[in-house]
């Protein structure tokens, strides 16, 4: 009677040994599924690109501000730097080269094409001191964009007034430092809407 008392433990004990051993491996299953499903919410080298549109033409900024405009409460220092357009163009291209998204090409080889005007440089002021001089400052720059594909010859998207921005305190900076970070912020929001929000 011990002795089979001492066996049905025993067969008792492998069960429970068995369950645990599903337990762990359907533990480790959910785990790797959660894992997969969050890595495939992460970037990845092409994030929403229709699969034939590898290169793209980026036709040089053009730059429309109106340095003449009346300043508004809003828009108290309207101001302009000499070939900032230029400077954003480059730097797209540069975002882009980074990103590997898709390959700048001429635009006679390009699958698709990005257009683009600065429409706004602002300067605002952030915080004075106590002698009412500036210490920091908020430089917006602003473009109105369009994307086609010209495989299909369609304009994809358009977008008015993306704005790239920083800030910059005039004791330890310039205007042409803040310039120069507006212009990386601003190709960067614009690579990130052209392979992202299709």
Not at 44 to 60: E, S
Request: hydrophobic share 35%; net charge negative; with cysteine.
């Amino acid at each position: 009677m011990i002795e089979a008392s001492a066996q049905g433990s025993g067969v008792s004990s492998q069960g429970s040994a068995h369950t645990l051993h599903r337990h762990h491996v359907a533990v480790s299953c959910l785990l790797s599924a959660v894992c997969c499903l969050f890595s495939g919410c992460g970037y990845t080298t092409r994030p929403g690109l229709a699969g034939h549109l590898k290169t793209i033409y980026v036709k040089p900024f053009t730059n429309r501000v109106d340095i003449t405009r009346a300043s508004t409460s809003t828009e108290r220092f309207p101001i302009y730097r000499h070939r900032m357009e230029v400077d954003l163009t480059n730097a797209i291209l540069d975002r882009l080269q980074i990103t590997g998204t898709l390959r700048p090409s001429p635009p006679e080889k390009a699958d698709t094409r990005l257009e683009g005007e600065v429409v706004e440089f602002r300067r605002d002021a952030l915080r004075y001191d106590q002698n009412s001089q500036v210490e920091e400052w908020r430089l917006n720059l602003v473009v109105d964009l369009r994307f086609y594909d010209q495989t299909a010859n369609t304009l994809m998207w358009d977008e008015t007034r993306l704005t790239g921005d920083t800030t910059y305190f005039t004791a330890t900076d310039s205007e042409a430092g803040g310039l120069d970070r507006a212009i990386t912020d601003l190709a960067r929001r614009i690579v990130e809407r052209i392979v992202e929000n299709w």
